[in-house]
């Protein structure tokens, strides 16, 4: 794995610190980058507000490290997906951060494992997006009247699942729309693994979706090298991506 690079006002975080509510992969003075674990909605969504459920915004106290406010979601990840996840520290941060975001200067890699087998090893995928239903904003389709959207692709291993050939993906959305990632794979012919909305899985008692964000580089410095942060692959993907030729 890749270390990130350190300003000299960060602090490297501890491997595994049980006081704090996620994984801390990356500390400074600007920003944190946490693991998220699948299944943690980072905020509270209608459905969250007619129940209990626990969601990221909650702990966002514990992640203050002596600062006097405690840090800001900087983009987000949907409930199912794990990984690489950026906070803001105190308001100029969040203010770089979210125009870097709005700019695209922020690498984002994401890791997936998808039912099927891509014809090409790499590509790039160039689908529009629309809602699917006014109701449902996160409901998402592939539509000629929709918003640009383009995501690059590239293989990293093949293998054999319980119900035919699965792939191993590193994936890269040169674009931010809702579900995106999951969509344009769908709509390639090679749903992901574990997708209960756009994919066969069952809605209890699957694998659990198959995506999770690998890396972020964030150019975050004008005179030092972009922040490089790589988040470990959950358990829930560990078995797919060993079929597929991982080994770390």
């Not at 400074?28 to 915004?57: C, F, N, S």
């Not at 990632?181 to 994919?199: K, T």
Request: aromatic share 6%; charged share 20%.
């Amino acid at each position: 794995m890749a270390q990130p690079v350190q300003p000299e006002n960060s602090q490297p975080p501890p491997q595994i610190d049980p006081a704090l509510p996620v994984p801390l992969l990356y500390r400074d003075a600007m920003m944190l980058v946490i693991d998220k674990p699948a299944g943690l909605p980072v905020h509270r969504g209608p459905q969250a507000k007619r129940r209990e459920v626990p969601v990221l915004t909650d702990h966002l106290d514990a992640l203050r490290f002596g600062l006097p406010r405690r840090p800001e979601l900087a983009h987000r990840l949907d409930k199912d997906t794990s990984g690489c996840l950026v906070l803001g520290r105190h308001p100029r941060a969040m203010a770089e951060l979210n125009q870097m975001f709005r700019d695209g200067r922020i690498g984002k890699t994401y890791w997936a494992i998808v039912q099927g087998a891509p014809a090409d090893d790499e590509g790039l995928i160039d689908l529009p997006l629309a809602r699917r239903s006014p109701d449902r904003g996160w409901w998402m389709k592939v539509d000629p009247a929709g918003l640009p959207s383009q995501t690059g692709y590239r293989v990293l291993g093949r293998g054999q699942g319980a119900e035919g050939p699965l792939a191993w993906l590193a994936l890269e959305p040169l674009t931010g729309r809702t579900h995106q990632l999951r969509v344009h794979c769908q709509a390639s012919g090679w749903p992901m693994l574990g997708d209960e909305i756009y994919g066969a899985a069952p809605r209890e008692g699957g694998p659990g979706l198959q995506l999770h964000a690998r890396a972020i580089t964030v150019p975050l410095y004008r005179k030092r090298e972009p922040i490089h942060v790589e988040a470990p692959p959950p358990p829930h993907m560990l078995a797919a991506l060993k079929a597929c030729g991982w080994t770390g």
